[in-house]
């Protein structure tokens, strides 16, 4: 494993977590949040916290718009990889809100 693995994923895996809302701008028409900009959220909101860019984040399907959904995405750092947790917490019109939560393990 590189420091610069080290470096990066110790701050994920101590439970790093965030709260953002994604304007609806991208939703699709039913509903939902396109995975790419879910992705692109997570990306953004963990390279903040942590100071350094996932290598990738990957989501399974694009996230419903509806309080509660949940969804698991992928982060890869350093060739390994650690289980994201999206949940909605509140949906105003076209404004969504939602936490994300970095396991407490790499996969």
């Known amino acids: 494993m590189s420091n610069r693995h080290r470096t990066f994923a110790r701050p994920l895996v101590l439970g790093a977590a965030a709260a953002f809302a994604l304007a609806g701008c991208g939703m699709l ?5 396109p995975a790419e900009d879910v992705e692109t959220q997570v990306t953004e909101q963990l390279t903040e916290l942590v100071g350094q860019e ?3 984040v990957s989501c399974p399907d694009d996230l419903p718009a509806e309080e ?3 969804m698991t ?3 890869s750092a350093g060739g390994e990889t650690i ?3 999206v949940t909605v917490t509140s949906v105003d ?3 969504v809100n939602f936490d994300i939560q970095v ?3 790499v996969n």
């Open 68 to 70: 509660g959904a949940e």
């Open 83 to 85: 289980d994201v947790m």
């Open 29 to 33: 028409g039913g509903g939902s949040i």
């Open 93 to 95: 019109g076209s404004d």
């Open 54 to 56: 996932p290598e990738d």
């Open 103 to 105: 396991a407490d393990e």
């Open 73 to 75: 995405c992928v982060l």
